[in-house]
């Protein structure tokens, strides 16, 4: 059963351009996170989506991000008009059910690089 | 707004040396975890504590919860270097899913 599948690992973008961050959640699970770590920082929580819902976006930047999870497919993190603040690591995770917080499971991460 | 606090922030310790890291939370919670992080990789699940007095010990690392004082702690005992890395608490206060809200992390220098 693999894990917490993000991609890619390592991305770099010239400020301006978008970056895609993909994340396939365990098998089994249908409930998304997203969370960024600054350098030197602890995880801050994102977003969180069920299939085809957005949950809570609380943690989002109200401009330039956006994420999804469709019915199909992997969930995406999308930053458009990236800028150097936006260098961090995005880490994914998944759980299996509502208030499963025990059965939360973290992604390797992706490490974004602006340029 | 939840807030949890970690400390020290920084911890150099030498071999065989016990040392306590501390992490206060701000609102009532009876579900704390602990991560560890190696530099460049992701969170590795250590512990999971859900009621008040919860105790868990796995090698030379053991974790509390007093959700009255909404203080857990992690217990180093006999330290090695393969300890070093970063350690993380984070709560849970289940309004939304199982979103966590972590500390800022002790970094943990291990020394021969």
């Known amino acids: 059963n693999a894990g917490v599948m993000q991609n890619p690992r390592h991305l770099v973008r010239r400020r301006g351009q978008e970056a895609r961050l993909r994340c396939s959640p365990m098998?089994?699970?249908?409930?998304v996170y997203w969370y960024r770590q600054l350098p030197e920082e602890g995880l801050k929580f994102m977003v969180y989506?069920?299939?085809?819902?957005?949950?809570?976006e609380s943690g989002m930047p109200k401009e330039r991000f956006s994420a999804e999870f469709p019915k199909e497919g992997p969930s995406i993190l999308r930053i458009q008009q990236v800028v150097r603040g936006d260098s961090a690591a995005y880490f994914c995770?998944?759980?299996?059910?509502?208030?499963?917080?025990?059965?939360?499971?973290f992604g390797s991460g992706t490490q974004l690089s602006v340029l | 707004e939840l807030k949890v606090e970690q400390n020290p922030l920084f911890l150099s310790m030498q071999e065989g040396k016990n040392y306590t890291i501390y992490c206060n939370y701000s609102?009532?919670?009876?579900?704390l975890y602990w991560y560890r992080q190696d530099p460049g990789k992701s969170l590795e699940s250590l512990f999971v504590?859900?009621?008040?007095?919860a105790v868990k010990q796995e090698g030379r690392l053991m974790a509390s919860l007093d959700t009255k004082a909404r203080l857990s702690t992690l217990h180093i005992t006999a330290a090695v270097h393969d300890l070093s890395a970063t350690y993380f608490c984070a709560v849970d206060i289940g309004t939304s899913g199982s979103r966590l809200t972590f500390g800022e992390g002790t970094q943990l220098t291990v020394n021969p």
């Open positions: 995770a998944s759980s299996p059910r509502l208030g499963g917080s025990e059965k939360l499971f």
């Open positions: 609102t009532t919670s009876d579900r």
């Open positions: 989506l069920q299939k085809e819902n957005i949950i809570d």
């Open positions: 098998k089994g699970h249908s409930h």
């Open positions: 504590l859900l009621s008040n007095g």
